[in-house]
Antibody
Framework: QVQLVQSGAEVKKPGASVKVSCKASGYIFVDYYMHWVRQAPGQGLEWMGIINPSGGSTTYAQKFQDRVTMTRDTSTSTVSMELSSLRSDDTAVYYC????????????????WGQGTLVTVSS | QSALTQPRSVSGSPGQSVTISCTGTSSDVGGYKYVSWYQQHPGKAPKVIIYDASKRPSGVPDRFSGSKSGNTASLTISGLQAEDEAAYYCCSYAGSYTLIFGGGTKLTVL
């Protein structure tokens, strides 16, 4: 069965960086895009970016262009998202979410989600 | 890029139908058929209920339906049940491998 297992909660100080990982299992890792989505406390969902695990190409939301880096490790079927220059308003639950576009099972949707990783930014 | 526009809240009684709108622009909702809808219960990860504007994943009840006209997509939930009380989010492809979410709608089942 498909599983996306994310790394644990983090507490960071303003200005620091955080790296969240997402280990995939139960499917062919390189056949599905992966996205990162975040949700601040009590707020809505916000799309951060996409990575193609096959070649590693990425596209980021303009808002995060200068601060986010998404990478993948095909040997461990893991994608990671690093956000730098953290601010208090980066406090949120960060989700990885699988996208089946490449296998023709729908277009630009999120069919499986990780359990979420709470990142708290506080001095 | 601003979030897609959804009503903050909607409500309905059990058995009734409700419709949630999601308005964007010709650069996102109006330009592509790639609108998806997600249901999120408190403390849980979102779950896809509609994709490609009107398709339903297996396992999603046919009480949930989606449509799109111009720059507006809609989610209709018929035969409301207590378990449908949740937050609902639309999401649209916006070109060049980018996506955008709506602000979310809280559905209350009276």
């Amino acid at each position: 069965q498909v599983q996306l297992v994310q790394s644990g909660a983090e507490v960071k100080k303003p200005g620091a960086s955080v790296k969240v990982s997402c280990k995939a299992s139960g499917y062919i890792f390189v056949d599905y895009y992966m996205h990162w989505v975040r949700q601040a406390p009590g707020q809505g969902l916000e799309w951060m970016g996409i990575i193609n695990p096959s070649g590693g190409s990425t596209t980021y939301a303009q808002k995060f262009q200068d601060r986010v880096t998404m990478t993948r490790d095909t040997s461990t079927s893991t994608v990671s998202m690093e956000l730098s220059s953290l601010r208090s308003d980066d406090t949120a639950v960060y989700y990885c979410a699988r996208d089946p576009t490449l296998v023709g099972a729908g277009n630009y949707l999120f069919d499986y989600w990780g359990q979420g990783t709470l990142v708290t930014v506080s001095s | 890029q601003s979030a897609l526009t959804q009503p903050r809240s909607v409500s309905g009684s059990p058995g009734q139908s409700v419709t949630i709108s999601c308005t964007g622009t010709s650069s996102d909702v109006g330009g592509y058929k790639y609108v998806s809808w997600y249901q999120q219960h408190p403390g849980k990860a979102p779950k896809v209920i509609i994709y490609d504007a009107s398709k339903r994943p297996s396992g999603v009840p046919d009480r949930f339906s989606g449509s799109k006209s111009g720059n507006t997509a809609s989610l209709t939930i018929s035969g409301l049940q207590a378990e449908d009380e949740a937050a609902y989010y639309c999401c649209s492809y916006a070109g060049s491998y980018t996506l955008i979410f709506g602000g979310g709608t809280k559905l209350t089942v009276l």
